[in-house]
């Protein structure tokens, strides 16, 4: 109790300090439309011409007018800074208060979104290890490419995603193949870097004595390579699922799809639902955490089998 005491006291802080930092940033981005609605209930606001308030912003607007701000800050429809409690209630309604089938559940959403992440993780996963594994044990490799692998993460995702995505359809792949293809994308260098390293984690020694008893490369990496690299694997998986997962999401959003924690979000921008937006995002957050709770239980699991858990 006293450990867990220890971890959960600084988390707790934080959060409550992010919490209440989120409802003084309210105040003033909520400003001008807390003003124009006490300026039309006749309430007496400063100053009182809507063109001077037009240019002015919603910092001076709350100094100049700081009951009317703060009151009119936290229960606005389309807020342009939604209050916590209001992300809370939109959140609550999308995965408790609608069937799971429906397209307002968030839930939907999350697992259509997460469908094309598990498709992309694994492609991305699949690919990394095999590069790693080539690139350890073959010089060539190594020097050709590692440098394309690092070059390929200086593109950003949110240009190449359309090209990827219509290139796909113009040969007629669609449908989920697509973000999982921006998913793999994203997911494969950490886990080629984190496996390069793993796999050349064993020191001079080891490999020495497995010399010492004949052992051949296949058995070095079985019994030598893999075990130890697989710490260095399960932190890059866990980074990894997280792209995976930004992938999907930034794969939904030039495509124009009904469905998805992307499309989610486009759908509460085309409309002006910033709670929807916020919603959309905490939900994919959310889901990003368990993916990552998962891996952690299983690396957990599996070194502390091989003897290698703290």
């Known amino acids: 109790m006293r450990g867990l005491a220890h971890t959960l006291v600084p988390v707790a802080t934080v959060v409550a300090a992010l919490i209440a930092l989120w409802y003084l940033a309210c105040v003033p981005m909520n400003a001008s439309q807390s003003v124009l609605n006490a300026a039309r209930a006749d309430v007496v606001v400063s100053p009182e011409s809507a063109s001077d308030r037009r240019g002015m912003s919603g910092l001076a607007l709350a100094i100049r007018n700081p009951g009317v701000a703060v009151t009119g800050a936290f229960a606005q429809d389309r807020a342009r800074l939604p209050a916590p409690h209001q992300v809370a209630a939109e959140l609550w309604a999308g995965t408790a208060r609608e069937p799971v089938t429906s397209n307002r559940s968030l839930v939907y959403h999350a697992w259509v979104t997460l469908s094309a992440t598990l498709l992309g993780f694994g492609f991305g996963t699949a690919l990394g290890i095999a590069l790693a594994v080539g690139i350890v044990h073959s010089r060539v490799m190594d020097m050709s490419v590692m440098p394309w692998a690092i070059v390929s993460q200086t593109v950003p995702i949110i240009a190449i995603a359309p090209m990827i995505i219509v290139v796909l359809y113009s040969i007629g792949i669609q449908g989920i193949v697509p973000k ?77 799809a009904s469905a998805g924690l992307g499309a989610r979000l486009l759908a509460g921008s085309y409309y002006g639902q910033t709670e929807q937006i916020w919603a959309a995002l905490f939900a994919a957050a959310i889901l990003a955490a368990l993916c990552v709770a998962l891996i952690g239980m299983i690396e957990k699991a599996l070194l502390g089998r091989m003897g290698m858990g703290s």
């Open 180 to 256: 999982a293809v921006i998913s793999a994308y994203l997911s494969f260098f950490p886990v080629v870097v984190g496996m390069v390293k793993g796999l050349r984690s064993p020191d001079a020694m080891q490999f020495d004595l497995l010399a010492t008893y004949g052992a051949s490369k296949g058995q070095v990496f079985g019994k030598l390579r893999l075990p130890s690299s697989l710490p260095y694997l399960f932190a890059s998986l866990k980074i990894g699922i997280a792209a995976s997962l930004i992938g999907a999401i930034v794969g939904e959003l030039p495509t124009g």
